[in-house]
DNA sequence: GTTGCGACTTGACAGTGTCTACCAGCCGAA
DNA sequence: TTCGGCTGGTAGACACTGTCAAGTCGCAAC
């Protein structure tokens, strides 16, 4: 059971950390004192700081798919891929420290991770299949990819800029969503 | 002569390092090592790293601001908002290295350091106004508001998730761009 | 010709990631 | 019961980092 705690402790740490003073003040060995436990410790359960933040990520796309599948599920069909899009950004507001690891350049830059890679996989998927309903079998694919692409960019580019960008001194942030997201919407819709 | 010098040469060698090893592998003492010069000498010119930082953000949001102003310029100008959304992708796809430091969370996670966030408001005006321009002086600023994020949320997130998000691996770039964008104007000009 | 100053160097210090070596206890086989 | 190896942990060392403090050097002004 040691195992199993000290590297979840590992895990709840980091992210306390990082929500503390950012990815750079992401320390190994502040992590483990932290968790009470020598500064080599965690070595044990990830090989490097790198595994330690991929590990963060999985888990944030983990997050991330819950609430999407449960913003499809929470209505009728034809406003899924709508609701999807609100949680999405809603996502981003309520865990700000796991959306801005989850799209960290770095972690991309390096080769990638595979859990990772295939945890966002399937988060994009979700979106996927929402703009295939919307659209019908006999849509064109290229039409279909952009449709895709330009809903994930739409509900990826406010939640970043609202986060870290020029919209971060917005004053009602629900309220700005709301209207951004409808207006995007009706646009599409006919 | 000297000084302006080697204030450049930080500058220069900071962002190679950085397209190199990513934020985390610029050092100051290896910015020094490059420029032949001691480990402190940087510190003559910039009080610490993240100074070097900012003033490289800096440098990208006057370059994107040229780039939109251009496009702007650059046609009829009915379709200004078009042509700048196109260049702010570009500018992400052709500058990804000081793209991505631009919109690096912990740097607007410390308190804001002013010329940083000034040119930040500059490229952002340069957006409102066309938008403005498009919906006419009556419109109701709520509206306008949500057009201007809406506008920006769809380059922005194109941009990123092109450079790093699942979209990276899209074969044909430019085109994948021109798709989603001709798709959006057309969604949003009716 | 001295003084002052700006650009730069040298030296230190604490803190970091990670390598290597070691140790305690447990568990299954002989 | 003894033994050997695995798992999870410790301790120490190394090269490296950012940055503080105290020089040094050349040159311009008075």
Redesign the pocket.
Known sequence: M??E??KQQVLDASIALVAESGLAG?????V?RRAG?????P???FA???AIVAALVERGFAMLTLRLEAARDAGPAERALERAGRAYVHFALAEPVYFRLMFRPELSGTHPVPPTESAGAKAFSVLQSLVDVRLGPRARPSRREALTSLNWAVVHGLATLLLDGPLAHVEDREQHVDQVLRLFSEATSD
Chains 1, 2 share one sequence.
Do not use: F, I
């Open positions: 040691a195992a705690t000290l992401l320390s190994m060995r502040e483990a436990v020598s500064h080599q410790a070595y044990h359960h490097d700081k790198a």
